[in-house]
């Protein structure tokens, strides 16, 4: 028993050194996917649906790996914010976002807005402001047309510093969203404390809201607190017809999902926009 107590625990240790070495090799493929320009923004449209035309679109990374394909974020973002590699990722998202909406001038794309995701330890780099205001004035860009997501807990950890830096953010004029919003913490404290423009409703409640009554009530106090404070609300994973009606009805300012489209490589955007959201 003895033994195999030891062999336990040497496995574990090999476990361990794997997972490290495959973490290592990793954390070096990105840094080769910076070098090598192997990220890609692709962009999901966003439907205002007042007017029923799209407003906005949310920027996606995916990397484009020579030997694996296109690889989705869930498989390198976490392990990039454990290393730190998130914060060169994060520039670079920055700065394609603002050459993105320079290339759109003069075409159909001209005022579309791009939101970026932006992790909590992007936000915490004290030049991170510096580096957007550099990016808007390189690609002449309208701080307006750029938005940030930000999930729930960006609100609640280092809350001082996090504060001060959505602050410097939001006086340079570029809009603030919380992503994610109602799977989080569940302190709305924040909502009062900073200056938040938009919240995002996350796809979990949406999912079922056209046939849950839990669901559906909560959704309509989410859109109805959002509104008395002043903050539009984005619905997401929006699927279905039925979905989408609810969000209507209810006043929801703008919905996101595979009903209106997938997100989409930047030379397919403009056909997408074209047809049209809806069928
Ligand atoms: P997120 O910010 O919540 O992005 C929404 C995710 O839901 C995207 O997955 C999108 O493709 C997917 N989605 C959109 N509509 C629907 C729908 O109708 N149904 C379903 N089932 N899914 C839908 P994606 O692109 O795989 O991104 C996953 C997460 O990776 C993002 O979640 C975000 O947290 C992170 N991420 C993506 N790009 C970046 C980035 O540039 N920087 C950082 N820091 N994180 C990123
Ligand atoms: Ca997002
Ligand atoms: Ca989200
Ligand atoms: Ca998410």
Redesign the pocket.
């Known amino acids: 028993a003895k033994e195999q107590g030891r062999n336990t625990y040497q496995f574990y240790t090999e476990g361990m050194q794997e997972r490290e070495v495959r973490r290592l090799e990793l954390d070096h493929d990105l840094s080769e996917a910076l070098a090598r320009n192997q990220f890609e923004?692709?962009f999901?449209p966003q439907l205002d649906l007042v007017t029923s035309r799209a407003c906005s679109v949310?920027?996606?990374?995916?990397w484009n790996h020579p030997q694996r394909g296109l690889v989705?974020?869930?498989e390198f973002?976490p392990l990039?914010?454990e290393s730190g590699r998130?914060t060169e990722?994060?520039r670079w998202?920055i700065r394609a976002a603002c050459q993105q909406i320079r290339k759109w001038r003069g075409t159909p794309l001209e005022n579309m807005r791009i939101a970026?995701?932006?992790?909590g330890r992007?936000l915490g780099e004290a030049d991170l402001t510096d580096y957007l205001a550099r990016c808007f004035r390189e690609f002449s860009v309208e701080p307006q047309q750029l938005e940030i997501?930000l999930?729930e807990q960006t609100f609640i950890e280092n809350v001082e510093h996090n504060h001060q830096q959505m602050r410097r953010i939001s006086d340079l004029g570029v809009h603030l969203a919380i992503?994610?919003f109602g799977v989080g913490y569940s302190s709305l404290g924040y909502l009062r404390d900073f200056t938040v423009d938009l919240l995002?409703i996350?796809?979990s409640f949406i999912t079922d809201v056209a046939e849950r009554h839990d669901d559906a009530v909560i959704t309509r106090a989410v859109i109805n607190l959002a509104h008395n404070l002043g903050i539009r609300v984005v619905a997401?994973?929006?699927?279905t017809e039925q979905q989408l009606l609810f969000l209507k009805q209810h006043h929801c300012d703008m919905a996101?999902?595979?009903?209106m489209s997938?997100?989409v490589p930047a030379g397919d955007l403009p056909a997408v926009i074209a047809r049209g959201l809806l069928p």
């Open positions: 923004l692709y999901q949310e920027a996606l990374i995916r989705p974020p869930v973002i990039a914010e998130i990722i994060g998202v970026i995701n932006l992790s992007e997501e999930t992503d994610d995002k996350d796809r997401e994973g929006v699927e996101q999902g595979y009903y997938r997100p």
